[in-house]
């Protein structure tokens, strides 16, 4: 059974910092792009960052200069660090294996003072 497990999220005050993770099963899914996404209050979900099998990186506009993704192969796991985060940074974040329908549950951030 497939399974991509996020964790990390928190309630943090403007200005902190999380670091989420994505734990896939899937061996197959180190050779993957591995996105981050999330879904915001009121809008719909919107992708983040994406890092391919070589951890060559593509950001979103909003998460360059705060946000890196990364990755460890042998971890099975997919992180995003988010520094600088801000309230409208606020929402449930996912990850996904590009090209596949497999999702995790989400991670709840909020970012609120």
């Known amino acids: 059974q497939v399974q991509l497990v996020e964790s990390g999220g928190g309630l943090v005050q403007p200005g902190e910092s999380l670091r989420l993770s994505c734990k896939y099963s899937e061996t197959i899914f180190s050779r993957y792009v591995v996105a981050w996404h999330r879904q915001t209050p009121g809008k719909e979900r919107e992708f983040v960052a994406h890092i391919d099998s070589r951890s060559i990186t593509t950001y979103a506009d909003f998460a360059k200069g705060r946000f890196t993704i990364s990755r460890d192969n042998a971890e099975k796991t997919v992180y995003l660090q988010m520094n600088d985060l801000k309230p409208e940074d606020t929402g449930v974040y996912y990850c996904?294996?590009?090209?596949?329908?497999?999702w995790g549950q989400g991670t709840q951030v909020t970012v609120s003072s």
């Open positions: 996904n294996p590009v090209g596949t329908s497999f």
